[in-house]
């Protein structure tokens, strides 16, 4: 099964949001717990019908969604951006201090 295939979608299920396998559970719960920090050991603990590609499909689910790709380097213009972003906030005239 690819890793695309994990992920379903049915309009009487979860208000036809993603879930995994055609369970009741949704991408986003997922995601939501990996984002709070919980180890995948643990997911899977918790969640013995989930498997660890079922947890690797939500992420590259999640990186497709976002427009972004999980084994790619950001674009030349994202970095760029980011370098320009950083160039500006050094050019920022200093804060004046606090006086008490």
């Known amino acids: 099964m690819q890793l695309a295939e994990r992920i379903t979608f049915n309009p009487n299920q979860c208000g036809g949001r ?3 396998r055609g369970m009741r559970i949704r991408v986003k719960d997922v995601l939501d717990l990996l984002a ?3 180890p995948e050991t643990e997911i899977l ?4 019908y ?10 590259e689910y999640a ?6 790709s999980l084994n790619a ?5 994202d ?3 980011k370098q320009d972003y950083t160039l500006s ?9 606090l006086t008490t």
């Open 18 to 20: 993603p879930c995994i």
């Open 36 to 38: 709070a920090g919980v």
């Open 79 to 81: 970095r760029r951006r």
């Open 73 to 77: 380097r950001p674009a030349q213009s």
């Open 63 to 68: 990186a497709r969604e976002s427009g972004l």
């Open 50 to 59: 989930l498997e660890a590609d079922d947890i690797r499909a939500c992420l």
């Open 45 to 48: 603990e918790d969640y013995p």
């Open 89 to 97: 906030a050094s050019l920022r005239a200093p804060r004046p201090a």
